[in-house]
Each structure stands twice: as structure tokens, then as C-alpha cells.
């Protein structure tokens, strides 16, 4: 009885293996149907490695020459984006939008960003990177012109913000770094060294009251040696901490009076010298 059994399950195998051999050849063939298809329709995939050493792939139709048109595009950082090349235009999966010149599926040359903030900046690109010259105009109205390094401003620009102030001069991180000159809304202006951002070295602050300094400055205020001018004439000569007078100094009066003497927290102490 277990020779007939056994006779049975080998027939039973036997007679599997047809079925099997034709469905395999049915699946190798669909699939081969299905790359032609894509072939014909001339979708392909495409891989460009980048300097970083990350790489971006590209999915969809190519012209006759084997060139990107349009189809979707995956970054190595996990992003993607659709881009169409016969437009330069790539939208990425975060919302922005940049129209412009592009090499290897990267923004390069003249172009335009349109951020998902609303910001859009209008300018330079070197290897998808905001870098060179351009003009960044942001939702809340403030403007900024001149260079930028990787997205960031260093070099040379000019930043109007939206209630008319101006500064014009260098910066180094999107800090105000070197030499400038900052406009107020309401006239007055400083015109020297900033240092991080704040106004640091040697400046001159003309106020829209009509006073007037010209001397050091530290952390943003009026700090070391300087002269100060009110508007009705009068004027101080000599040393300033934070903003006030503090050290030696010599007050004058349009009459041609003077007092030269020690200062401290903008008030006159003595003529004399302290003894040592």
C-alpha cells in the first residue's frame, strides 16, 4: 500500500511541474511587457552622483537623445521633487518653486526661488546653493540686495526694511561685519565700524534731533574717546561708558565757555586730577 502512495505523490509532482514552468513564463514575460512598454513611452531612470557625495535620482520621459525632460526626482537626504526640464522648473516636495537655469537636476546660473514662506529670491546659484549676487524679498516686506554665500549673506548688500530703514555695507553670516552706513526711518543715521552686528570701532551718529557724535563705539554704544554735539551748540569732548559721560573730558557752550574736568554717569565731578 505505501509503494502505491508513494507512486501517487511523485505522478501528482510530475504533473505539477508544467504549471509551474508555464506560470514563471508568464510572469517573465509580463514583466518584459512592461519594460517595453516604459522603454517605448521613453521613461528611464537616471542617477547623478553630487561632490558631497550624496546623489539624486531621476524617473520619467527623455527626448530621443537619451536627455532628462520630465518626470520626479529623489534626493539623497530623502526629499523629492518633480521636475520639468522643457519649463526649468522644479517644485519640491517642501513647496518651494525654482524656475531658472539648471545642470546635473541642480539649480544653476540665474534663477527663482518662490520659498512655501512667500519669500522669493531672485539671483545666483553655484551647485544648488543660493551663492553670488542676488535680491531676497521677504513676506513681511523687508528687502535685502547684494551677495550671498550659501543662502546667507557675507560680502557687500544693501537691507531695506519695510518701515524705510536702510543699512548698506558688509556683512559676514548675515551680521553686520566692517564698514556700513545705517539709515533710519526717521533721518537719523550711523555711518563706521560694526562689529557682530552691532555698531563697534570707530563711528559717527548723526540723530534727527540735530546731535551729533563722532568717536568709538563698543557693543552698540557710545564707549571710549568722542565728541558729542548737542543741537543747541553745546558739546562734549573727552570719555564715554555706555552711552554716558564717565572719564575726562572738556563741556563747552556756544558762548566759548568751558569746564574741563572729570565726568562720571554723564555728571561733573572735579576739576582736579585724582592724586595718586
Do not use: C, H
Not at 16 to 24: C, D, N, Q
Not at 67 to 94: C, H, M, Q, R, W
Not at 157 to 182: C, H, M, P, Q, R
Not at 240 to 249: E, H, I, N, R, T
Request: net charge negative.
Amino acid at each position: 500500500m505505501s509503494s502505491r502512495g508513494s507512486g501517487g505523490e511523485s505522478k501528482r509532482r510530475r504533473s505539477s511541474a508544467p504549471a509551474i514552468i508555464i506560470t514563471l513564463a508568464l510572469v517573465i514575460v509580463a514583466v518584459a511587457a512592461v519594460f517595453t512598454v516604459v522603454y517605448i513611452s521613453g521613461i528611464r531612470y537616471t542617477k547623478v552622483t553630487l561632490t558631497d557625495g550624496g546623489d539624486i535620482k531621476f524617473f520619467g520621459t527623455v527626448d530621443d537623445d537619451g536627455k532628462p525632460l520630465e518626470g520626479k526626482l529623489y534626493f539623497s537626504d530623502g526629499s523629492s521633487a518633480d521636475i520639468n526640464l522643457t519649463k526649468s522648473v522644479i517644485n519640491y516636495d517642501n513647496g518651494d518653486i525654482y524656475e531658472g537655469g539648471i545642470v546635473d537636476f541642480q539649480r544653476e546660473g540665474e534663477g527663482t526661488v518662490t520659498f512655501a514662506s512667500g519669500d522669493v529670491y531672485t539671483g545666483e546659484f553655484v551647485d544648488d546653493k543660493i551663492t553670488g549676487n542676488g535680491v531676497f524679498r521677504y513676506v513681511n516686506g523687508d528687502e535685502y540686495e547684494g551677495e550671498l554665500v550659501d543662502g546667507r549673506r557675507n560680502g557687500y548688500g544693501a537691507y531695506t526694511w519695510a518701515d524705510g530703514s536702510i543699512y548698506f555695507g558688509y556683512y559676514v553670516n548675515d551680521l553686520k561685519e566692517g564698514k556700513g552706513k545705517f539709515v533710519w526711518a526717521d533721518g537719523s543715521y550711523y555711518e563706521g565700524d560694526y562689529k557682530s552686528d552691532m555698531k563697534e570701532g570707530v563711528g559717527a551718529y548723526y540723530y534727527s534731533n540735530g546731535d551729533q557724535y563722532i568717536g568709538d563705539f563698543k557693543a552698540d554704544r557710545r564707549s571710549g574717546s568722542g565728541v558729542y554735539t548737542w543741537a543747541n551748540g553745546e558739546s562734549y569732548a573727552g570719555t564715554f561708558v555706555d552711552d554716558v559721560m564717565s572719564g575726562w573730558g572738556i563741556y563747552s557752550w556756544p558762548s566759548g565757555r568751558t569746564l574741563e574736568g572729570l565726568f562720571k554717569d554723564g555728571k561733573f565731578i572735579r576739576t582736579e586730577p585724582a592724586k595718586e
